[in-house]
Structures are given as C-alpha cells and as structure tokens.
C-alpha cells in the first residue's frame, strides 16, 4: 500500500487515523499485536520497529534473551475495518533489538528467506492459491475440566424449522440460497479482504451440511500467500463474529462430515511462464521440472504435515471416504490423491499442481516453505515420481483391493508419526537457511507437548463406549 514514510503520514493526516497497529505471528501461527497512538509514530519507529518482549509468546526464545523489534513492511499496510478508532494496520518481521535481521524463528522472515533461496537456485519465483475452508456455525460450545469435556456446534442449515429447507449430510457443495445461509456473509468477507489487497478467485458453499464455506484466492507470492492466509482468517472470524456466527478452521469439527482442508495451488514461474509446463510432456503437460518437484513432495510428505498438519484434530480429518489425502501420489484431476494436478488452466502461464494434505491450523507461511523447499530439493535431486511409485494413478484407489491399495506409501495417521519423521528428515529445510534446527526442534517440540496434555483426557465417545464395563 504505501512505499515510503511520507506516504505515509500522508494517508494518517488524510483518514483521521488515531492508532497504528503493528502485527506478528507466532511459531504455532496466531497474530499477536502491539498498537501505539499516532503521535508516537516517525520515520525512525517505521525504520527501527517498536521493541517488545518475546517471552510470553509461544515458539520464541525465553527470557534470557526476549527482547526484539518489530520493524513493519510498510507495503502490507491498511484500514483495519473492525476497529472503533481508526486504525492503520501493518504485518510486522520480528527482527533482532540490535541487527534489526529477521530472526531465525520468525515465520515471515522465513518466508522471505524462502523466495531469496528460490531466485538464487532457479532465478525463478513462486505463485501460491490456499483454499481456505471453514465452517460458519449459529453457536460453539465446549469445555473441559476434571469432570466434564463436551462440544455443542449448532448450525441453521441443518434445521428446517427456521426457513422449511435443511442440507442433507454430504450434501452441501455448491449449494444455493436457502440451503447456503453463508453466502451474503462470504460475499461481506470478499469485499472487505480484497479493499485490504487480496484478491479473491472465488467462494462458495462447501459439501459440510453444517455451513461449510471456501474462498480461494488467485495467484499470489509467497510472502504475499502468507500473508493473505492471515488476513483472510482475521476477517472470516471478525465478519462471522458481527453477523451473531462463529467461525472454525478447525480440521475435524464434525463427526462423519467433511473436514476443513487448506490446500495449496503451487507452481514456480520464470519470464511469465510456470516452470511446470511442457507441451510435450507425457503426464498431464506436465514438465520434468515439475515431476521432480512433486516428487520432492511425495518423498518429504511424512515430515512436511509435521508442519502443514500440526494440530491432533489435523489427523481426523486424513481419513478415507472424504476427499482427504491417506496415500502419496499424484493424479490428474484426482481428488483422493495428495498431489492433484487440475485439468483447468492447462496452459503455459497457470501449469500448476495441488498439494491436498494441509489445514489451516498450520502456521501458513511455514508450510508453503516447506512445500517449496521440499519440491526444489526433488528437483535438485531429479527425483521421477513414477520410479518412486507415485502415480500418477487417475482412479479412485479406494475402490481397489486391500493389497494393491497398501502398495502406495501412506500419509501419517497421527500427529506423533508426523513429528517423528520431522525430526529424523529436516535436512532439506535448513537449506537456504530457511529454517534451522533450532526453530524444527521447538515447533516439534511445542506441538508433541500439546499433542500428549491431550492424550490424558478423556473424551465423550470413549465414556460413552466404556462406561457400563
């Protein structure tokens, strides 16, 4: 939005703005923020960031070494549209007190770290399109203690005393007014996030009964994914929030019903052209360098849903029967595959592949790193994905025999495989300096912490199974 500081203050005089917000996320993938009153900002708060305290805010470092800065990017700037005093709102590197250098740890300054490794390996870049999908329910209950654990999630679309309509189980996608409550409210969500610099492909109601929504953006940079993925969960909750719903990106907030997915378009471009077309390609016009990039991906995949499937809700959701991921390979136009490859956009310019596996409970910039340096280490290694036993396979695998089906490798069951193969595969992310050891440790770390509190409790379906024994 703005180039300059001058700009700027320009924009601050011109929309009575009172406060000036300064946004970051954490390792797990939550915006934390800092706000300061407009007559504490200049030009060397702009350049030098506002000192805060990392200590308190998951993933970082302790308090022996807590303080940092946080220096915005002043390009990300904008209204915020949900605040009461006018607000300016930018997305902030966390960046050492003294070098101002974005920390290892940071997960936008890793994304950053991500493009410059791209442009200096292939001199191209790279265009990402999330999927961001949810669920917009009437009411979210739920609580545990030491003698109770319960969730209650209410939706409208599944009650035909209101409007006489109701959606049928599995039967949501594509639906129209009055089964799909959501729609005025995504269009609401749409408005607001592309005055806010995203632009939006999409949206439409989900196959979830319960209003299950999506909104796919269009092609976009890497950070600038990251970003959008931020912004657009930010406005989904708050808009929800204002029209009396709540909303979930929860994997698996249903039993039986689908689960909330972030999958990720993905393709390299160089010279306007992506990188994975080729005209004469025997799969798909797919091109060797794309093979061996989702090769790379197949290869990886146990770790990398370490990173893009962090939560335990993430594994309920990689089940069969739902459209979601259990197997690596590739296939055209296959949606039980981890890696579709859409028959739309066939051309020069859009050749691209979906990763199908990620949830929005990942933190967004750290999962398109790891796709893409998962993918570039395949392509450095010329990785063929069909040696490798990845597809491409172009049918429904579910309906194939017991034995055949367990010939293809599997995405991990459960969170715990997931992380166990992190920790022993992570070479490929620490090049580039995207990552480092220390950043995969604690965010493995972090999340097997959580991972085994939950573990100890116990849940409804199990006192329901077990409790007359």
Request: with cysteine.
């Amino acid at each position: 939005m703005f180039s300059n500081s001058r700009e700027i203050m320009s924009f601050i005089k011109a929309e009575k703005v009172a406060m000036v917000d300064f946004k970051f996320v954490d390792l797990p993938g939550r915006w934390h923020h800092i706000t300061v009153p407009v007559s504490s900002l200049d030009d060397a708060l702009l350049r030098n960031g506002i000192p805060f305290d990392s200590s308190s805010v998951p993933g970082f470092r302790g308090k022996t070494c807590a303080d940092m800065s946080l220096i915005p990017d002043i390009t990300t700037g904008f209204l915020d549209p949900f605040t009461e005093f006018a607000t300016l709102s930018f997305i902030c590197a966390i960046c050492e007190a003294d070098t101002k250098e974005g920390i290892s740890g940071d997960p936008r300054s890793a994304a950053i770290r991500a493009e410059k490794y791209l442009k200096q390996k292939l001199g191209a870049e790279s265009k990402w399109l999330p999927e961001i999908e949810f669920y917009l329910f009437n009411s979210a209950d739920y609580g545990t203690d030491r003698n109770y654990g319960y969730f209650s999630f209410e939706s409208e679309e599944t009650d035909p005393t209101g409007s006489g309509f109701a959606n049928r189980p599995r039967a949501g996608y594509h639906a129209l007014p009055p089964l799909d409550t959501g729609n005025d409210i995504r269009s609401e969500i749409v408005s607001i996030v592309e005055k806010l610099g995203v632009r939006v492909r999409y949206h439409h109601h989900e196959v979830g009964p319960f209003g299950q929504n999506e909104i796919e953006i269009v092609p976009t940079p890497l950070v600038k994914a990251g970003d959008a993925v931020m912004l657009l969960k930010y406005v989904i909750r708050l808009v929800a929030q204002r029209n009396g719903l709540v909303a979930t990106f929860l994997p698996k907030p249903l039993f039986n019903e689908p689960g909330n997915g972030m999958h990720f378009h993905q393709f390299l471009i160089k010279n306007d052209k992506s990188l994975f077309w080729d005209a004469k390609g025997e799969h798909a016009h797919l091109s060797n360098i794309a093979l061996s990039y989702i090769a790379g991906i197949l290869d990886h995949a146990p770790s990398i849903v370490g990173i893009t499937n962090p939560s335990t809700n993430s594994y309920r959701r990689l089940v069969p029967g739902f459209e979601a991921p259990t197997k690596r390979f590739f296939g055209l136009a296959n949606r039980c595959a981890a890696i579709r490859v859409p028959k739309y956009d066939d051309t020069p310019e859009l050749k691209r592949i979906e990763f199908r596996t990620p949830d929005a409970t990942c933190n967004p910039y750290l999962a398109i790193c790891a796709q893409l340096l998962a993918g570039l280490d395949g392509i450095e290694r010329k990785l063929d994905p069909v040696a490798l036993g990845f597809g491409p396979f172009n049918d429904d695998i579910e309906k194939w025999s017991d034995a055949k089906r367990a010939k293809i490798k599997d995405i991990p069951t459960g969170l715990d495989a997931a992380l166990d193969a992190l920790t022993k595969d992570r070479d490929y992310l620490i090049k580039g300096k995207v990552f480092d050891a220390e950043t995969i440790a604690r965010h493995t770390d972090d999340a097997r912490a959580i991972a085994n509190e939950i573990s100890r409790y116990p849940v409804p379906k199990e006192i329901e199974e077990y409790f007359d024994l």
